[in-house]
């Protein structure tokens, strides 16, 4: 059911006379709006993160604030935009798109925009720039017609810069210097975002401390920047209080501090502050029929929240009728015990696999690491992830639960990181990196922008105009992109086979083997080969004659014959499987295949 607004009619008298204003509510009605199940297996999908300011300006009409011309500011992609190009989206070969958070934030904060989503003022309501909330419907709805995924990008660890600390107790927000009265002595305080405290931040005066410092909260319409909503969050006692990070190894800093620039941290210790977290993402589901939700800043909050957050999510999105609901967290560290330790005790169904990005996609493919480094970390999944389904997460489509060793996200690079073709301007590289993470086991990734070879460096100029490419599905890497979106397609163990290492090396140099790495998938009987050599120079075989070793061991039967379904333009692209299972597959420089039985 299509919602409409509230139309309210008003009577005033002015100068003796009666007027009549109609108003109508842009809060549309959504209890009528149908939420249902739109994802089978996760496994089978392709995810593309859209920054939706940076994407597509379909509707003008919200273009308030812009400057195109100023990589922090608004540049005026909408929901409307994204609607406009779904057939582009489509084309691409991606099943799955992750926007960026819908919720109202602060406008700007020293001389920054909100663009990104991440500085929460209300809960409760849409960020006006984007579009209104039954625009937003429209663009999910649309999704959804064309068997499009939507995951929603949410932040629970804090709240945009609404409150400052009153420090000196004089009820305005200043930079005071305190110290004996020597410069070297000076330390630069400020009270919108002062250095953390693990006692919490304090009053202090001429006389010394005086206790917590009060949180002042602001009255800036101008810029939004007003008391956060619900009201709840109004409340003193749901947040830490204890100032900004400055040591990023201090746990206690990592979990409670402020995020630098004034990030207030909500104190999600707190049952009243769970609850209300769980009501507002809740409710997101109900309002925009989305089927997961991408989360922020994971490590920056304790287990404990997540123990609590998820299963509820979970239940609630199962009791609205939206089952095989998927959440995955990042956590922004190389650490893999780390980043896995989120996916146990039932708490996120996966992770952005960051470690493998750093191990892999970095360390392997852009430097050249030895490719043992791969199967020493696909080995430490067994340990670091959980293997236990989540009540009411994620299924095969047949009842059957998916774990997070299962459904790892696979990705190159996104909004926090440099591109990949800037640090490492290297197309084939990129194109290797490409194949690997559409292969091996997990969900891959895809951030807008790679498919067009976009080159940005560090945050904000790695979050580029789309409109600048003109859409143009002509370049290689976008052919690269839906290629590997055909052949994962049309090849079932690609997607969702159990992964078995059967080549890895510690050579790097010009020996037989350097930089070959091999994996095959298997799915009910279904199986591929997939066989990469990274090194940079020359060509490389899984064989280790030389050495004393001898071919690579599969479970294929003898006398299979492999052909190779990736396009490159190698004439050797068939090889016979000899006895025990073994073939010697040889690949050239920076060169991939992969193999299917004929």
Not at 421 to 436: H, R, S, T
Request: with cysteine.
């Amino acid at each position: 059911m299509r919602p409409t607004g509230i139309v309210i009619a008003l009577t005033l008298m002015i100068a003796g006379a009666v007027l009549t204003v109609t108003c109508v509510d842009l809060a549309p009605i959504t209890e009528d709006w149908d939420v249902s199940t739109h994802a089978s297996d996760w496994r089978d999908e392709i995810i593309y993160q859209i920054m939706v300011d940076r994407f597509a300006n379909g509707d003008p009409n919200n273009d308030y604030n812009v400057n195109p011309y100023a990589m922090a500011a608004y540049h005026g992609g909408d929901w409307q935009g994204v609607i406009d190009r779904l057939d582009y989206i489509e084309e691409l070969g991606v099943t799955t798109i992750w926007i960026t958070p819908v919720v109202k934030n602060v406008e700007e904060d020293a001389g920054v925009s909100s663009y990104h989503g991440y500085w929460t003022q209300d809960f409760t309501q849409v960020n006006p720039h984007f579009g209104d909330t039954a625009k937003m419907r429209e663009m999910v709805n649309a999704c959804h017609d064309r068997g499009i995924n939507v995951i929603l990008d949410i932040v629970v660890n804090h709240i945009g810069q609404l409150f400052y600390y009153d420090i000196n107790l004089n009820g305005r927000p200043d930079e005071t210097f305190y110290g004996s009265g020597n410069q070297s002595d000076l330390i630069r305080v400020s009270e919108w975002d002062p250095d953390f405290d693990p006692r919490g931040i304090h009053a202090y005066t001429s006389l010394g401390e005086a206790g917590l410092a009060p949180l002042r909260f602001v009255y800036e319409p101008d810029i939004n920047r007003v008391p956060p909503v619900p009201r709840g969050f109004e409340n003193p006692n749901w947040y830490n209080r204890k100032g900004r990070v400055i040591d990023w190894n201090d746990s206690d800093q990592v979990i409670t501090g402020d995020f630098p620039g004034g990030l207030k941290d909500l104190k999600t210790s707190h049952p009243d502050v769970r609850a209300a977290l769980v009501d507002a993402f809740a409710d997101w589901i109900s309002k925009g029929d989305f089927d997961g939700f991408r989360i922020d800043t994971l490590k920056h909050v304790e287990h404990g929240f997540w123990q609590v957050f998820c299963p509820n999510i979970r239940r609630r999105a199962a009791n609205m009728g939206k089952h095989n609901f998927l959440m995955f967290g990042e956590a922004f560290d190389g650490n893999d015990e780390l980043i896995g330790s989120y996916t146990f005790n039932e708490e996120v169904d996966s992770v952005f696999y960051f470690s493998q990005k750093f191990t892999v996609i970095d360390g392997v493919i852009k430097y050249g690491n030895p490719t043992i480094d791969i199967e020493n970390l696909i080995n430490a999944r067994q340990s670091n992830y959980s293997d236990v389904p989540n009540p009411n997460g994620p299924t095969d489509g047949r009842g059957n639960g998916l774990s997070a060793q299962q459904l790892l996200i696979n990705f190159i690079d996104n909004h926090d990181l440099p591109r990949y073709l800037f640090e490492f301007p290297n197309k084939q590289a990129l194109q290797q990196a490409l194949i690997y993470i559409f292969t091996v086991e997990g969900i891959p990734c895809i951030y807008y922008g790679t498919e067009q070879e976009f080159e940005g460096g560090n945050d904000p100029a790695n979050r580029e105009d789309l409109w600048i490419s003109e859409y143009s599905t002509g370049s290689q890497t976008f052919r690269v992109i839906r290629t590997l979106a055909d052949i994962r397609k049309n090849y079932a163990a690609l997607r969702r086979g159990d992964l078995s290492v059967r080549w890895s090396t510690e050579r790097t140099g010009a020996e037989q083997d350097a930089g070959i790495f091999a994996f095959e998938r298997n799915y009910e009987g279904e199986k591929a080969l997939v066989v990469l050599n990274f090194n940079e120079d020359h060509s490389s075989e899984t064989s280790a004659s030389e050495h004393g070793g001898g071919p690579m061991e599969t479970s294929f039967g003898e006398g299979t014959v492999l052909v190779n379904v990736w396009p490159d333009s190698d004439p050797d692209d068939e090889f016979v499987v000899g006895g025990s299972g073994k073939v010697v597959v040889t690949v050239p420089a920076r060169g991939a295949k992969i193999l299917v039985p004929e």
